[in-house]
T-cell receptor, first 107, second 118 residues
Framework: AQRVTQPEKLLSVFKGAPVELKCNYS??????LFWYVQYSRQRLQLLLR??SRESIKGFTADLNKGETSFHLKKPFAQEEDSAMYYC?????????FGQGTRLTINP | GAGVSQSPSNKVTEKGKDVELRCDPI?????LYWYRQSLGQGLEFLIY????????KSGLPSDRFSAERTGGSVSTLTIQRTQQEDSAVYLC????????????????FGPGTRLTVL
């Protein structure tokens, strides 16, 4: 069965520090992986997908098939990055979300 | 164009009452998902509709929960005999849902319905 694990429920870093939100997936095939974000009082929305190999708001995520990981990284955190982040995986069927990590950037 | 809409935005009900939550997906989106977002619990999958296929109900927590999607568009999530533990934000999302065909599988979320069971 498809499963996505985000081991950290809460993550707090200082402004300007590097950020890494961990995500591991389990799927026997080649899933498509995503990061979704929910800012305060806003809708949950797509942040980035691995297939696009893009950087959004300074965030990047690299798919590591050997470690079955898709960690989200940003070299210098900003206060506006404070939000709830969800990793998600889609194989042949429905999209599966992790439990989410609440990121807080301290000034 | 209009995004996913949900109604009501807030619902307060008494324990034991039935409630209906509505979702209007983006026109043309074949896939529709319901999730529950509880404080400290993350995003919990409830049910998934894809076109004319039988829905995936594997996430429904009990038989008090049911959902239907009429005409492949609007969906209603019904919770019977509500309990206090049903209090949460219920999110709906839709997508074109063609797996591995980016960007068609991006999910677009509604604003949610905040349910409070007293």
């Amino acid at each position: 069965a498809q499963r996505v694990t985000q081991p950290e429920k809460l993550l707090s870093v200082f402004k300007g520090a590097p950020v890494e939100l961990k995500c591991n997936y389990s799927y026997s095939g080649s899933p498509e992986l995503f990061w979704y974000v929910q800012y305060s009082r806003q809708r949950l929305q797509l942040l980035l997908r691995h297939i696009s190999r893009e950087s959004i708001k300074g965030f990047t995520a690299d798919l590591n098939k050997g470690e079955t990981s898709f960690h989200l990284k940003k070299p210098f955190a900003q206060e506006e990055d404070s939000a709830m982040y969800y990793c998600a995986s889609q194989g042949a069927q429905k999209l599966v979300f992790g439990q989410g990590t609440r990121l807080t950037i301290n000034p | 164009g209009a995004g996913v809409s949900q109604s009501p935005s807030n619902k307060v009900t008494e324990k034991g009452k039935d409630v209906e939550l509505r979702c209007d997906p983006i026109s043309g989106h074949t896939a529709l998902y319901w999730y529950r977002q509880s404080l400290g619990q993350g995003l919990e999958f409830l049910i998934y509709f894809q076109g004319n296929s039988a829905p995936d109900k594997s996430g429904l927590p009990s038989d008090r929960f049911s959902a239907e999607r009429t005409g492949g568009s609007v969906s209603t999530l019904t919770i019977q005999r509500t309990q206090q533990e049903d209090s949460a934000v219920y999110l709906c999302a839709s997508s074109l849902d063609r797996p591995l065909v980016a960007p068609d599988n991006e999910q677009f979320f509604g604003p949610g319905t905040r349910l409070t069971v007293l």
